[in-house]
């Protein structure tokens, strides 16, 4: 149905930079909302940073800052710029996507992507 995949995580010292991506593809009408979440070994995966198609844009109060959300909603596609990375950002990062499946559905379903690796270590 919905197909997300992440691309740009990797590993990288602390105080750097990585940008994540995220592209929607498959069967949908239109997406609603984009976001971001991660998990840390042995923790619940938390939201990031989510945005809504009407400009609300939410983040994590650890990220606040560091991070920036932003979407191309023509390519369906969402990214991440994550600046001054520290350690404790070291987790899997998970896309998703809240699609609408048609013109007329009124129930919208929720995707994952398989989730990229950041890594954040001296």
């Known amino acids: 149905q919905v197909q997300l995949v992440e691309s740009g995580g990797g590993l990288v010292q602390p105080g750097g930079s990585l940008r994540l991506s995220c592209a929607a593809s498959?069967?949908?009408?239109?997406?609603?909302?984009m976001g971001w979440y991660r998990q840390a070994p042995g923790k619940e995966r938390e939201l990031v940073a989510y945005?809504?198609?009407?400009?609300?844009?939410k983040y994590v109060d650890s990220v606040k800052g560091r991070f920036t959300i932003s979407r191309d909603n023509a390519k369906n596609t969402v990214s991440l710029q994550m600046n001054s990375l520290k350690p404790e950002d070291t987790a899997v990062y998970f896309c998703?996507?809240?699609?609408?499946?048609?013109?007329?559905?009124?129930?919208?379903?929720?995707?994952w992507g398989q989730g990229t690796q950041v890594a954040v270590s001296s």
């Open positions: 998703l996507a809240v699609v609408k499946t048609s013109a007329t559905d009124t129930t919208y379903p929720t995707y």
């Open positions: 498959g069967r949908f009408f239109s997406i609603v909302n």
């Open positions: 945005s809504t198609l009407g400009g609300n844009i």
